[in-house]
């Protein structure tokens, strides 16, 4: 059964203070990664998608790595706009579902 | 381009009492999903469409759920009895292409069972 297990539950930071928001997954033949980001009341809004170890993708403030068992989200000098809910989630071995994990919490202070 | 659509945002009904939650996918997206998210879990799928027809329903909890997308435009998922375990918040999602392709998700209905 495909897992997908996220760390840290919830992260404060400084505004400006970096840091990485960590995947591990778990899946037989991985088909691709996904970030979101999700805000209060909203739906999950796509960010990234990864597909091979190694492959980096970044925008704005956010870059994305791949590794063979887990991806990491690198939040560079973030501001408060930043914060929301960052959720990481694997395709199956066969067909489209999608499986999440629970997300990290970022709470960034000016 | 507009987004997924998802009608309506809010529903509070009774437990017993049928609820059916709507969902438009983007224009061109031939699949499209359903997922919830229940207090304090991480989100899960329920079921695909790929377009009229159900590719995966192996997320679907039990008989009171039952999803339609006739024509291959909007879906509806209807939930009759509704019970309390049934609260949370469904998302729906379309793709254009199946397998890995970028499943986008629209606001999401949040439903309480009382």
């Known amino acids: 059964e495909d897992q997908v297990t996220q760390s840290p539950e919830a992260l404060r930071l400084q505004e400006g203070e970096s840091s990485s928001l960590n995947c591990s997954y778990t899946?037989?033949?991985?088909?691709?990664l996904f970030w979101y980001r999700q805000d209060p009341g909203k739906g999950p809004e796509f960010l990234f998608t990864?597909?091979?170890a190694g492959e980096e993708k970044e925008k704005e403030r956010l870059k994305a790595t791949l590794t063979k068992k887990e991806s990491f989200l690198h939040i560079t000098a973030p501001k408060p706009e930043d914060s929301a809910t960052y959720l990481c989630?694997?395709?199956?071995?066969?067909?489209?579902?999608?499986?999440f994990g629970e997300g990290t919490q970022l709470t960034v202070n000016p | 381009e507009a987004g997924v659509t998802q009608f309506p945002s809010h529903s509070v009904i009774e437990k017993g009492q049928t609820v059916t939650l709507r969902c438009d996918p983007i224009?061109?997206?031939?699949?499209l999903y359903w997922y919830r998210r229940v207090m304090g879990k991480e989100i899960k799928f329920l079921l695909h469409?790929?377009?009229?027809?159900?590719?995966?329903e192996s997320g679907m909890p039990n008989n009171r759920f039952l999803a339609e997308r006739t024509g291959g435009t909007y879906s509806t998922l209807k939930v009759q009895p509704a019970e309390l375990e049934d609260s949370g918040v469904y998302f729906c999602?379309?793709?254009?292409?199946?397998?890995?392709?970028?499943?986008?998700f629209g606001p999401g209905t949040r439903l309480t069972v009382l």
């Open positions: 999602a379309s793709s254009r292409n199946p397998g890995a392709d970028t499943q986008y």
């Open positions: 899946v037989s033949g991985l088909r691709g």
């Open positions: 990864l597909y091979s």
């Open positions: 989630a694997v395709p199956g071995t066969s067909g489209s579902r999608l499986t």
């Open positions: 224009s061109g997206h031939d699949n």
């Open positions: 469409f790929v377009k009229e027809s159900k590719q995966d």
